[in-house]
């Protein structure tokens, strides 16, 4: 019951299409002036417009899959129901990658993020033709490249972190990379033991999330 209880927390929260937000969190995070606005109110702009690209558009198309009957549920465990979410999102995420790429405001940092994220999503929906990979495990494997990726652009490995009146901590970076590696661990367990998911369909996810962040990296790099 509990590992039940664990296994469907982490998949929702954890959810791919989350997955590109959280790393503009991690990188805001780690360098909060990477942006290059000035005013907060247009900075708080930018990031919903991301938000709804990313996720809010998606999900208000896939509340309306679940409102035609065409979606049973969020996660998408059946290949054939994945098919429209996908094109969905991956007609989103080009359209935000398209417009971020030529703004001066957002770092070529998180262009490069978006990119991958595109480029699993139209890899994930060419093997979802033939075998049912795990997309909760591309998303992690994304999010573990992102943090390498932040680990390597960055001179420092340090940063602050203010948490109001508990005070201001330092951080490494191995300490987030860490992390990152365990929550995907967990979400890949979590989908093992929830779905039908082959340890083939768990893998191949990691590796088509990594690979294609790391294939974005290099070539807008």
């Given amino acids: 019951m509990l590992m039940k209880l664990v296994s469907t927390v982490f998949s929702y929260i954890f959810h791919p299409i989350f997955m590109l937000m959280y790393s503009l969190g991690l990188l ?54 994945r098919v429209i979410p996908l094109l969905i999102s991956s007609i989103f995420y080009l359209w935000l990658f398209v417009n971020i790429k030529s ?29 049912k990979i795990s997309l909760h495990t591309v998303g992690m494997g994304g999010l573990i490249a992102v943090v390498l990726l932040f680990k390597m652009s960055f001179d420092y490995q340090d940063f602050i972190v203010s948490a109001g009146s508990l005070g201001r901590f330092k951080i490494h970076m191995n300490f987030i990379v860490l992390a990152v590696i ?40």
């Fill in 28 to 81: 805001l995070l780690v360098n909060p002036y990477i942006f290059s606005i000035e005013d907060p109110k247009a900075k708080l702009i930018l990031i919903f417009s991301i938000g709804m690209l990313s996720v809010g558009f998606p999900l208000i198309g896939i509340a309306i899959l679940k409102f035609l009957g065409l979606a049973d549920d969020f996660n998408f465990d059946d290949r054939k129901a």
């Fill in 103 to 131: 703004n001066n405001y957002i770092p070529m940092l998180f262009s490069s993020i978006t990119f991958g994220a595109t480029i699993s999503i139209f890899i994930s929906f060419f093997i979802n033709n033939f075998s």
């Fill in 182 to 221: 365990i929550i995907a661990g967990i979400v890949g367990s979590a989908r093992k033991y929830m779905t039908n998911h082959s340890y083939q369909d768990i893998y191949g996810g990691y590796l088509v999330g990594f690979i294609s962040q790391v294939v974005a990296y290099r070539i807008l790099f």
